[in-house]
């Protein structure tokens, strides 16, 4: 009768004691916290994109997806805080188009989200063209690139709580330009701002060259340049005004006013931050930066990551009061 006493006491204790110990995580250390369920949730966001050369859409890890733009967009060679700063635009830019977070999707492409094409949306590489593209630094380029997007998981710039548009370029040229002076919208966080850091982008500076005759073959005829030039070459051409950040707002050339973003279009410049001189029979016009200049400088964040500053700081330098927030909030 002890005998079994015994055996029923210590099987009490069994299921009463031992059992629940060891279910809650074992005799030794603290219990497990659930600290990476919202990164396992982030992890786990699904992105539709639309492979504008296969023409069809593909469900992506939306951190998957980044990774790829990430290399399409900024050099791999690009300080690792720059590609952080990188990674966190592009996953904004992606986020704001997505319909599961409210976005509109892509408007020429029901049923996706964002394009491979960098014409609709952010350019996209896969692995195989890196391969390629990167040769023997592929391992530590790629490893680079993801170091990148996972260190930033899930982080997004906003602007009273909401996702921003997180427009980038490649090099600005003493300042950024305003999303007002550009399209002509206002952002509050896309305003701008001056920028030192991207003197030593090799697309700083550029300069073109073109005769009279071409200048009117590509701007139109009803310019009437040559005409204008033989007539009275010192008023031929003028900058008329400039933006707030020192683009060109409107030009006349020949018998016409054009806008500077016109003007860039129809002569291939890479910017509207130009000037222009007449020499020698051609129209000379140089010209600083590169890209639209709205937002985030690439070659900028670049520079301000050599000079030791994080991609928070990156971030909110060129997008104008912005919080970073985590996506696994909303």
């Known amino acids: 009768m002890k005998r079994v006493l ?78 952080k700063a990188q990674a966190v635009a592009a996953r904004t830019y992606a986020v704001k ?15 996706a ?28 380029f790629w490893g680079k690139i993801s170091q990148a997007v996972e260190d930033t998981s899930g982080e997004v710039a906003t ?19 305003s999303a007002k002076e550009v399209w002509g919208f206002d952002y509050p966080y896309l305003q701008s701002v001056a920028c030192t850091w991207d003197q030593k982008s090799p697309r700083y500076y550029d300069k073109k060259e073109f005769s009279f005759a071409q200048v009117e073959q590509l701007l139109g005829p009803e310019t009437q340049v040559v005409a204008a030039m033989q007539n009275d070459s010192s008023g031929a051409m003028a900058i008329l005004n400039t933006t707030e950040s020192g683009r060109v707002g409107q030009i006349r050339i020949g018998s016409k006013v054009l806008s500077g973003a016109e003007v860039r279009e129809k002569l291939d410049l890479r910017s509207n931050n130009f000037n222009v001189e007449l020499k020698d029979n051609k129209m000379i016009v140089n010209t600083i930066g590169y890209g639209h200049g709205v937002g985030l400088c ?33």
Do not use: C
């Open 97 to 111: 188009n997505m319909t599961a977070f409210g976005g509109s999707g892509l408007a020429e492409q029901p049923g």
């Open 6 to 83: 015994a055996w029923t006491v210590l099987l009490v204790l069994v299921l009463v004691i031992v059992i629940p110990i060891l279910v809650i995580g074992g005799f030794h250390g603290e219990p497990r916290q659930g600290g990476n369920a919202k990164m396992a949730k982030g992890d786990h966001i699904i992105i539709k994109v639309y492979f504008h050369e296969q023409q069809k859409i593909v469900e992506m890890k939306l951190e998957e997806y980044l990774k790829g733009v990430v290399a399409a967009e900024m050099p791999a060679e690009f300080e690792l805080e720059a590609l």
């Open 159 to 177: 602007y009273n709580g909401e996702f921003i548009q997180a427009v980038y370029h490649s090099t600005s040229g003493e300042r950024t330009a």
């Open 113 to 140: 989200d964002v394009s491979t094409d960098y014409k609709q949306s952010q350019a996209w590489l896969n692995e195989e063209v890196l391969k390629k593209r990167w040769g023997s630094n592929y391992t530590k």
């Open 298 to 330: 690439q070659y900028g964040a670049n520079g301000m990551a050599k000079e030791g500053m994080d991609y928070r700081q990156i971030i909110t330098k060129y997008y104008t009061g912005v919080a970073l927030k985590n996506i696994n909030a909303y």
